[in-house]
């Protein structure tokens, strides 16, 4: 997972130097992320499909040497669409991975809520350590000054925005003639260093997975998956006897859904794009976007680290609300705040990292309260998950030719957003175990008496 962490987060510091690279420009680039995704969804679902049928481990393993062969390889595509398609396979084998990994936790801990959601912040925990190292591993990579500027960053609030009172306006004359805009300079060659960090961040992932297959191997485990036991199934049934009616379930599944695929976007949209925000839009040095990338996942560790005590004691429901306000009100902080400096930055990606640190092991441990979440679900989520980034990033790749500001005022609606649905499908749950199953047990009491206090707090803090 560490490893994994490392190749998520690999797109976005080097997404200036790659567009020298591939001697092309920030909005055709963005499309990178979405055959990301787009692989990730392939991935995601046939791996809920195989990791049912075969040992969960080979698949990882198998999956490891996929993305990390496919990473070493995608800077020297000859051209852009080559580069494209090469993160197809980068994607698929994340998603391969992400859903065998899930679905193997679930399967050998998914009887007991509280240690699946230990397992599960401390498994994005793990991943977060990787994300925070890879942006240092590749800033030596990298070229110290950048070749790509705005023809239009010369004339005053043209390419950084225009200022009305205490908020920042994007410039709206820029979006409308987006299509006339100059392009950026391109180089006619780049003599930076940025693919042999890819290299370099490839070869740890075949040295992982040989680690891994060497792990495998010595235990025996052979090709058979892990599967529920009997008395795992007879006990989560006993544990949830009326909450797998189809309506129901389906109601759950598309709200983690929802959840995911706002999460998942302003995740990938944030590390994707904010190095290249304090460049262009802030005009600060290379340096701070790269460190700025490794501090949201830096604080993002942390935040997964403290999440683990923490999900012992809070529902999963007000663990996502508190992460939502936590999102909304680092975004808000970006909009008002104006002035081109790197704290405001950094105190907004600490809280930014914080807010989303949690949003994922927490989504999945609500849904797996209230239905049995297996692979099929699981790689449901992860669709919402990569249909976020596959469409949002385009359009945000699209908005910051116009203006960088706009980043932030889209990652602001998406986090409001998933505010929203959070409410709606707390809301939802409690009323439906409250007109169709008015005898619930003790436990069951326990957690619905904490989505009610939720939503009684929600209410006061809103009048």
């Known amino acids: 997972m560490i490893f994994q962490g490392m190749i998520e987060v690999l797109d ?3 997404l200036l130097d790659m567009t020298l690279v591939m001697k092309t420009q920030i909005d055709t680039l963005s499309f990178v992320f979405t055959s990301t995704g787009c692989g990730f969804v392939v991935g995601a679902f046939v791996g809920g499909y195989l990791c049912e049928k075969i040992n969960q481990e080979i698949l990882i393993v198998s999956s490891v040497c996929l993305f990390s062969a496919a990473t070493a390889y995608s800077p020297w595509s000859p051209n852009v669409a080559v580069y494209i398609t090469v993160n197809f396979l980068v994607g698929f084998g994340l998603g391969f991975c992400e859903v065998c990994t899930n679905t193997l936790i679930l399967v050998l801990w998914g009887s007991d809520n509280n240690t699946c959601e230990k397992l599960m912040q401390a498994l994005y925990c793990i991943l977060g350590v990787g994300a925070t190292v890879c942006p240092l591993i590749v800033e030596p990579f990298l ?3 950048t070749a790509t500027t705005n023809q239009t960053a010369s004339v005053p609030n043209a390419s950084i925005g225009v200022h009305h009172s205490s908020i920042r306006v994007p410039n709206a004359s820029l979006l409308m003639n987006l299509s006339v805009s100059q392009p950026y300079a391109i180089s006619s060659s ?3 260093l940025v693919q042999y960090a890819f290299l370099t961040v490839g070869m740890i992932g075949i040295l992982t997975a040989v680690v891994c297959l060497a792990q495998s191997l010595y235990f025996k485990n052979g090709i058979h998956p892990y599967k529920h036991t009997d008395d795992d199934e007879e006990e989560t049934q006993a544990a949830k006897p009326h909450k797998d009616k189809t309506l129901f379930r389906c109601v759950v599944i598309f709200i983690t859904f929802c959840i995911m695929f706002l999460y998942e976007s302003q995740e990938s949209v944030y590390t994707g794009f904010i190095a290249a925000f304090a460049v262009e839009g802030r005009g600060l040095h ?3 976007g790269t460190s700025l990338t490794s501090m949201f996942w830096a604080f993002s560790t942390v935040g997964s680290f403290l999440g683990i005590p923490i999900s012992h004691c809070l529902h999963p429901a007000i663990i996502l609300l508190v992460n939502s306000v936590m999102m909304s009100i680092s975004m808000g902080l970006m909009l008002v705040v104006v002035e081109e400096s790197s704290i405001v930055l950094y105190i907004s990606t600490i809280l930014y990292g914080l807010g989303v640190s949690t949003v994922y092991a927490a989504a999945v441990s609500w849904a797996h309260r209230h239905i049995t979440f297996d692979g099929r679900a699981s790689s449901l ?7 976020g980034e596959m469409t949002i990033n385009p359009l945000v790749g699209h908005l910051f030719e116009a203006d960088a500001i706009w980043m932030m005022y889209v990652l602001f609606c998406l986090s409001l957003l ?9 809301f939802f749950v409690i009323m439906y175990d409250k007109k169709c199953h008015p005898n619930i047990n003790s436990q069951e009491k326990t957690t619905h008496i904490q989505e009610i206090e939720l939503l009684v707090f929600i209410r006061e803090a809103t009048v």
């Open 12 to 14: 976005g510091p080097t």
């Open 143 to 145: 070229l110290l000054n």
């Open 190 to 192: 780049y003599h930076g």
């Open 286 to 288: 290379k340096h701070v």
């Open 381 to 387: 989520a992860l669709f919402g998950g990569s249909l």
């Open 418 to 426: 998933q505010l929203s649905i959070l409410i709606f499908g707390v």
